[in-house]
Every structure is written in structure tokens, then in C-alpha cells.
């Protein structure tokens, strides 16, 4: 069983552009989440997508943005780069929403590199 | 969020047991206890969970203690490719807190030959 795709794998962007990042989650998984991990800050929630509806948000500025298509595949974009959003972008895909026991997949990740 | 304590490093020799403790004091009734680890270059993954009763799977052992205000993760006999960062978190069954995981520091498990 294939498990979570991120793409890209690396890439490399300057201040004040944006970018777009993809997750395809496991077959049969209909929540994505996302996750930034930076040296300083650790592994943060950002948001939760289920059934094309975002679920849950973190503390992020709204230069982050998400969304998940029919097909469970979810995009997250940030606009305006800056500095510090050089990070690790995780996402994680489980089969339901809300569950306390459920599993988390974690994919590798994307690192966005911002100069 | 309730919150965990981890110490942030830990070493253990090849082939010996390791425990990883764990303290949430602020625990609330009906939190799990979660347990994951990341390896280098690799994104988190699951190793265990459990609420009051202590828990075992092809990968560790959870134990739990009675007032659930600590719990320890058990590898029984580490290996070199057990060296990773171990993240204890808890999720209540709150829809909102159950979605999202809450990570610490973890504890970074060094193994050595």
C-alpha cells in the first residue's frame, strides 16, 4: 500500500513569492494535515482538511492557506514569502476526522527553503 | 492542551532495553497517550498509544502509570535503527484536540554499538 506522497520534495524560493505545496495521502484516507517543522518552533499544526472542509486551524497568519479536492489529494499555499517560513512542510493523512485513537501517516515531507 | 514533559536526550547501548519517560501531570481523564518517533530525514511515525492499561506491539511496549500522570515507552532491545526523536503527546477525544497533534521536544534516543 503506497503511502503518503509529498511533491515537491525540495525547493527553493525567494521573499515575497508564494508557493504551493501537494500531499497525496494514503488510498481510502479522507483527512489531511498539515504540519511546519522548523528548528526553533518544532513540529507545528497548521490546518486539517476532511471531506473538502478544513476542520482545524492553528496559530498561522493567513499567508497559509489549504485545500483538499474530491479525489482526498490536498494543495497548501503560502503567499509572500518570508524568511521564516524556511521549514519542513509535513503533511499526515488518517482514515477519519476527530478520532483520538486514530493513526497518523506522516509522509517525508517538503523543505521550502526561502531566501 | 495539556502538556508533556520529556527529557531531551537519552543513550542506550545496542541490544539493551531503553525506557523513555513521560510526564503529563495536567492529564485530563480522557486523554490518550500517544507515542511518536522521527527518524532522521524522515517524517513521524506511529509507535504506539493507550489510555489507562499498559499496551504492547511489534514495536514497544506503553506503560502507563495508575494516576496516568506519567507513562513510559519501552523498546526492549534497541537497535542502531532505533535512534530517532520520541515524541509523547496527548489527544482528547475532542474533535478539535483529537485532530491535531500537540508536539513537544521529544527525546532524542541516541543507540550506540
Known amino acids: 500500500k503506497a503511502g503518503v506522497t509529498q511533491t515537491p520534495r525540495y525547493l527553493i524560493k525567494t521573499r515575497g513569492q508564494q508557493v504551493t505545496l501537494s500531499c497525496s495521502p494514503i488510498s481510502g484516507h479522507r483527512s489531511v494535515s498539515w504540519y511546519q517543522q522548523t528548528p526553533g518552533q518544532g513540529l507545528q499544526f497548521l490546518f486539517e482538511y476532511f471531506s473538502e472542509t478544513q476542520r482545524n486551524k492553528g496559530n498561522f497568519p493567513g499567508r497559509f492557506s489549504g485545500r483538499q479536492f474530491s479525489n482526498s489529494r490536498s494543495e497548501m499555499n503560502v503567499s509572500t514569502l518570508e524568511l521564516g517560513d524556511s521549514a519542513l512542510y509535513l503533511c499526515?493523512?488518517?482514515?477519519?476526522?476527530?478520532?483520538?485513537?486514530?493513526?497518523?501517516?506522516f509522509g517525508e515531507g517538503s523543505r521550502l527553503t526561502v531566501l | 492542551d495539556a502538556k508533556t514533559t520529556q527529557p531531551n536526550s537519552m543513550e542506550s547501548n545496542e541490544e539493551e532495553p531503553v525506557h523513555l519517560p513521560c510526564n503529563h501531570s495536567t492529564i485530563s481523564g480522557t486523554d490518550y497517550i500517544h507515542w511518536y518517533r522521527q527518524l532522521p530525514s524522515q517524517g513521524p511515525e506511529y509507535v504506539i498509544h493507550?489510555?489507562?492499561s499498559n499496551v504492547n506491539n511489534r514495536m514497544a511496549s506503553l506503560a502507563i502509570a495508575e494516576d496516568r500522570k506519567s507513562s513510559t515507552l519501552i523498546l526492549h532491545r534497541a537497535t542502531l535503527r532505533d535512534a530517532a526523536v520520541y515524541y509523547c503527546i496527548l489527544r482528547g477525544i475532542d474533535t478539535g484536540t483529537a485532530s491535531k497533534l500537540t508536539f513537544g521536544t521529544g527525546t532524542r534516543l541516541q543507540v550506540t554499538l
Open positions: 499526515a493523512s488518517s482514515l477519519r476526522s476527530g478520532i483520538a485513537t486514530g493513526e497518523l501517516f
Open positions: 493507550g489510555l489507562t
